[in-house]
């Protein structure tokens, strides 16, 4: 590096600054830190290179810039160099085997990052390794590449996408060879050969003569037609299917989804959804929403609801941008919408994925080998259904990686896993993808609405049956941000010492007594005989589950990617307690008595969701 490298006054900054001078061949990012070398910015310096980009067991997410805390040219090369190696550790078959990559459409023009340069980027460092890649050459959603891994048999898939994060944001998922989400200890052991090998390779930066070499494949066409035709498997009603009047909207939120889910509702012969127009083409920019995450509501969909009013549409259905989520809204009979919760939408489908199961097995035993599964901080709902029906119901941590990896080995037993979902919009509909899939979800709630509307049933109604059947669960999730570690350590463990002394959780909030206490923290589980949680714990993240006399759970975590405290609250009733007014305000006065007693917002200073 020039004389400049002592500008900053920080030896260790100036270090790594002229260490990534000295490997970046980005143009863009490495005249961005020149810049700012330069301007002696070092707030900006400090921002960018103090601490490298966690690689976790959901992979890399980060805002695309310059540095080792951002996703770029070099971090990505660097991380493929690690996950290369550990790889090569892990399989003596890698070199028959390979990878998949697959990427969506983001980008990030000021620093020249986009998914597609990171995604040939990460094929160039395995190809240079002698590793087949079978790369896409387009866009995909995200359940492709654990498609992609179970139907070739690889070792592992990346795919480049940071999801429904904010524009400036990209990331980078990794997938087993059993087709579902790392688990530790893979993360950590990922994480220390990154480190081990932070200089790029020689061939590293190769990309444009990785893409002529014999070791890469494009899977597209073929996993185009091998994944639509696995799904069929769950299409059950084609006849109602194509003679269906209903009319649905479908948006992919400027993502990958739109021909996707064209393709997904033709392999269900269901008329093709209208596509809100401003949002069906990938647009890195975003243009027509605040956030492009679904699960924001309804101004996410207000372009949704204006073509369904135009088109005589009474459903609308939204992926996120890498159509592994689906949201599902209906028109009410007053005219207004209602925008169906993750919970609500997983009672929905997790009802119609069993209903659609007995049609097809007429043996009262065959019920003894279904499992559906959901995540801890999700709906009770389909335990009250196993319970019913006799199937078999578990719950597993927060994440699909969990309930990938479960329903994978249920799956080795001879188990049959038919549904799991979780409360942030994810449903896993096929045990071809383990992973959530926003794609065969959409078809699947298509055919459900078109066999409802025979039975001139709508959404809303069938959920009130549901709910009347197997008893009501209503829930109400939120969160507050905060930026401070500090108050988010302190709020928790106030917590754990509420008596006083370690493991003395409260007994009460408010007017509402608490029965039982799980932290998955500290692996605290005052129900079990030796108070040990059975669910794994992990003291990186901050996690308690209050369950309460009256039938209400609620549980209080940090999130892995953004930083919010969230909260989940439901109430469980018993089937015939159909006094919903009531249940609301019980749960309204719930979750009042938790912000206000173990939030403490105004105290720790914590921003409201905004509305």
Same mark, same amino acid.
């Given at each position: 590096m020039e004389n400049s490298s002592t500008t900053t006054g920080d030896a260790d900054l100036d270090q790594a600054i002229s260490l990534w001078l000295q490997y970046d061949k980005n143009p863009k990012t490495a005249s961005m830190v020149r810049e700012l070398v330069k301007d002696g910015a070092v707030e900006a310096l400090k921002k960018s290179f103090s601490s490298r980009m966690e690689f976790g067991t959901a992979g890399l997410r980060a805002a695309m810039g310059p540095g080792i805390s951002c996703m770029n040219d070099l971090t990505i090369i660097q991380t493929t160099q690690g996950f290369c190696l550990y790889l090569e550790?892990?399989?003596?078959?890698?070199?028959?085997?390979?990878? !998949?990559?697959?990427?969506?459409?983001?980008?990030? %023009?000021?620093? #020249?990052?986009?998914?597609?340069?990171?995604?040939?980027?990460?094929?160039?460092?395995?190809?240079?390794?002698? !590793?087949?890649?079978?790369?896409?050459?387009?866009? !995909? %959603?995200?359940?492709? !590449? %654990?498609?992609?891994?179970?139907?070739? #048999?690889?070792?592992a898939g990346i795919m480049v996408t940071a999801s429904h994060n904010p524009k400036q944001d990209n990331g980078y998922k990794v997938y087993w060879e059993n087709g579902a989400q790392i688990v530790s200890p893979h993360d950590k052991g990922i994480s220390k050969a990154i480190e081990k090998n932070l200089e790029p390779w020689p061939k590293s930066w190769d990309a444009e003569e990785a893409l002529k070499s014999p070791l890469l494949k494009d899977p597209y066409q073929d996993v185009h037609t091998q994944y639509f035709k696995a799904i069929q498997k769950h299409c059950h009603h084609r006849d109602i299917n194509k003679s269906s009047e209903v009319k649905i909207v479908h948006t992919s939120v400027h993502g990958v989804g739109h021909t996707f889910v064209q393709s997904a509702f033709k392999a269900f012969d269901l008329h093709p959804p209208y596509a809100v127009e401003e949002q069906k083409d990938p647009d890195p920019e975003f243009p027509t929403v605040k956030y492009p995450n679904p699960e924001e509501g309804k101004g996410v969909l207000t372009l949704s609801f204006a073509l369904a009013e135009r088109e005589g549409a009474t459903v609308v259905l939204a992926n996120d941008p890498d159509a592994d989520r689906l949201a599902m809204a209906e028109k009410q009979e007053s005219g207004q919408w209602r925008v169906f919760s993750g919970n609500e939408l997983g009672a929905l489908l997790g009802w119609w994925m069993f209903r659609c199961w007995k049609q097809q097995n007429s043996d009262a035993d065959a019920v003894k080998n279904i499992y559906m599964l959901s995540s801890t901080v999700s709906s009770k709902i389909l335990r009250a259904i196993a319970v019913k029906e006799g199937f078999h119901f578990e719950e597993t941590l927060t994440g699909f990686k969990w309930m990938g990896n479960r329903a994978r080995d249920l799956l080795d037993k001879g188990k049959s896993v038919v549904f799991a979902f979780e409360e942030a919009i994810g449903y896993m509909c096929s045990p071809c993808v383990l992973d959530k899939d926003g794609v065969s979800a959409a078809a699947i709630a298509g055919e459900m609405i078109s066999y409802l509307a025979t039975k001139n049933v709508g959404l809303s109604q069938q959920l009130t049956t549901v709910y009347e059947q197997y008893g009501y669960h209503i829930s109400k999730n939120s969160y507050f941000i905060c930026h401070d570690q500090d108050v988010i350590r302190s709020l928790f463990e106030r917590l754990r010492k509420y008596g006083g002394q370690k493991d003395s959780y409260p007994t009460e909030c408010g007017r509402f007594s608490i029965s039982a206490v799980r932290d998955l923290t500290t692996g605290y589980d005052s129900n079990q005989p030796d108070k040990k949680a059975v669910l794994p714990t992990s003291s990186s993240s901050q996690m308690i589950t209050f369950s309460f006399s009256n039938g209400g759970v609620a549980t209080m975590r940090t999130s892995g990617t953004e930083p919010k405290i969230k909260y989940y609250t439901e109430l469980c009733a018993a089937p015939g307690n159909s006094d919903v007014t009531h249940l609301k305000k019980e749960l309204d006065?719930?979750?009042?008595?938790?912000v206000e007693n173990f939030f403490e917002p105004q105290k720790n200073k914590l921003q409201p969701k905004p509305e």
């Open positions: 550790e892990s399989f003596e078959n890698l070199k028959e085997r390979g990878v !998949v990559i697959g990427y969506d459409a983001r980008a990030h %023009p000021p620093s #020249g990052g986009n998914s597609k340069r990171f995604a040939s980027l990460a094929a160039a460092v395995f190809i240079s390794r002698g !590793v087949p890649v079978h790369l896409f050459s387009d866009i !995909v %959603p995200t359940p492709f !590449v %654990p498609f992609t891994v179970s139907h070739l #048999g690889l070792c006065d719930l979750v009042d008595a938790i």
